[in-house]
């Protein structure tokens, strides 16, 4: 079973929807959760960090379910420049870190 | 700022060739990384380190090595690349404290092809 999975999508959607995505991962000693955002043919950024109760940066909202081992992101009022891969990453106590394979997202005019 | 980088952004080798990827971080990191990128395959890891001179195996080492021997720099060496070895290579370091992982800054890759 992979440790992390995530719905590759993609996701197509009209400016100024709102978009969810989830991710969910194996290891329930996980310790720090992450989304990351991947332009084509660039690095990965880190987008944000996913705390115990719930997070949000402007029109980003990311939640941690510990119970049910999934962490989302929501998007609100989509804009063309959130276009990319976001990546749900995972780290255990081995301090190595867990990607899912990215879900991609295209926000349409 | 973290600064994460790496010593090419495109690189063209021949099958049998040794090549080596250099990885640079400025802010004091323990803990170093080696991906490659391949599409439908997500980021996989091939090596990391977590100390100067100490190396630990990923999910895909067989035909890669590494060497650190200084904390700020993390080295990759293809010893006979391979045309299954082309790919996006991607640096990575991050900070542990008490035990917790924080995020991982990322170089801006090598784009490696090998004929």
């Known amino acids: 079973r992979k440790e992390v999975e995530q719905d590759p999508g993609p996701f197509n959607v009209p400016e100024g929807a709102t978009v969810a995505f989830n991710c969910t991962y194996s290891?329930?000693?996980?310790?720090?959760f992450f989304w990351y955002r991947q332009d084509c043919r660039k690095e990965p950024k880190l987008l944000m960090s996913?705390?115990?109760s719930g997070n949000e940066d402007g029109r980003f909202t990311a939640q941690l379910n510990r119970a049910s081992q999934y962490i989302s992101l929501l998007i609100r009022d989509s804009k063309l420049s959130d276009s990319a891969t976001y990546l749900c990453?995972?780290?255990?106590?081995?301090?190595?870190?867990?990607f899912g394979t990215g879900t991609s997202l295209t926000v349409i005019p | 700022d973290v600064k994460v980088t790496q010593s090419s952004r495109y690189l063209v080798k021949r099958t049998g060739e040794k090549v080596f990827l250099e990885c640079v971080q400025d802010?004091?990191?323990?803990?170093m990384f080696w991906y490659r990128q391949d599409p439908g395959l997500g980021l996989r890891l091939i090596y990391f380190s977590y100390d100067v001179k100490m190396k630990e195996k990923g999910d895909i080492p067989e035909g890669y090595s590494v060497s650190r021997e200084k904390k700020e720099r993390f080295s990759l060496i293809l010893e006979s690349a391979s045309t299954n070895q082309t790919s996006m290579y991607l640096c990575a370091s991050s900070l542990t404290l008490a035990g917790l992982s924080y995020e991982q800054y990322f170089g801006p890759g090598t784009r490696l092809t090998v004929t």
């Open positions: 996913v705390y115990s």
């Open positions: 990453v995972v780290t255990n106590t081995g301090n190595q870190f867990y």
């Open positions: 802010m004091d990191h323990e803990n």
């Open positions: 290891n329930s000693a996980s310790q720090s």
